[in-house]
């Protein structure tokens, strides 16, 4: 593989009934491909079948273990553990109690769209990546397949064969390992309804504010809408139909983005452009300037009954309104997920460098949080 290292894995793998001697050789299977490549970390899900054999085999031959949930845990067990029997729930919490960390896609509910399951995906190799580059190893991903298995996806966005085909169309290196004839006899809740006229998107987000405005005197307001309003408004235009939606009220900016590279650069284009402010737009004994939080996640998109207008909404576009109170002037904060979308993706255009977990305001709790700056 070029590395010495031990590689991080990211796993994924068909669902399947609990207890069948075909099970038993693919444990066998699992053991010998990660014993084969000495793997000691691995991230992914835990739903019934090959995700939690393969986290068992993690933990067996004491390796670190980081589980990637897309939504409440609750509904995750409801939909993708207990679908296979009821034996799969004790090895479920079995694995969980035993994780190094549990990270969650999204806290919400599952409401039956399957890019929630993309995105968790996405998330999973892109935290692997990101442990792969901290440790100068690389990331490779563990797959239990059979020809013979139909996807339960209805859309064709998730599932096994749409994990392995996204992971190797980013340049990843599969292992595949043979599933055998285990029993897939899963029986599903039904799905939740989506509202009519709307769908579920997965897109990088933006919120910028500018600290200091409230006390900007009467006179100061029109060169704030000029040098700017004015300037941020250049930004958004040059990146074209890459940004899908935007608004403002005040001094506040929201805006959709197709691209996590497109938002990253959207982002640090904007601090550049403010950076020689006149002082008539800082107020006197205050730090002034704009303050922008990033993030990448699943959105709904519908039309404002109100207004008529297409309109973004949902758990994630409120989280990101929480991160820019808590980024400093003239920076750029994204979430963990966010970094993970601009790894995977093969941006080479900023740099991210962590910075813990930040407490958001509003009861939001606590993220992982990077800054994103130019690299050196």
Partial sequence: MGNSRPPVAVYCGHMFNAGSAAEAELVARVDQAIAERAT??????????????????????????NVVLPFAEDDFIAESVLCGGEDWLPRYHACRERAAAVHFATPGAYVGDDN?????????????????RENGSQAVQLAVVSDSFRSFSTTGLAGTRADIALWQGLGGESVLIPAGPVPRDLVFPPKPVIGRGTRREIRSILFADYKGFSRLNERALPAFMDMVMGRIAEVLNAHGDHVEFRNTWGDAIYAIVDQP?????????????????????????????????????????????????????????????????????????????????????????CAFTPIGKQALPKDFGSVELYRLELPD
């Fill in 261 to 349: 590279q497109v938002a990253a650069r959207i982002a640090l284009d904007l601090q550049a452009r403010l950076r020689d402010l006149p002082g008539s737009l800082v107020p006197p004994g205050d730090v002034a300037g704009m303050r922008i939080g990033v993030h990448y996640g699943p959105i709904w998109v519908g039309t404002d009954r109100i207004t008529g207008n297409r309109l973004w909404y949902g758990s994630e576009v409120n989280r990101t309104a929480r991160i820019e109170p808590v980024t400093p002037v003239g920076g750029v904060y994204c979430t963990e997920n966010f970094a993970a979308a601009l790894l995977i993706d093969g941006c080479h255009e």
């Fill in 116 to 132: 929630q399951f993309v995105y968790n995906t996405r998330l999973a190799m892109g935290l692997a990546s990101l442990r792969a």
């Fill in 40 to 65: 000691a970390t691995a991230f992914g899900p835990l739903a019934c079948g090959a995700d939690i054999v393969i986290a068992e085999a993690v933990l067996r031959c004491g390796g670190e273990l």
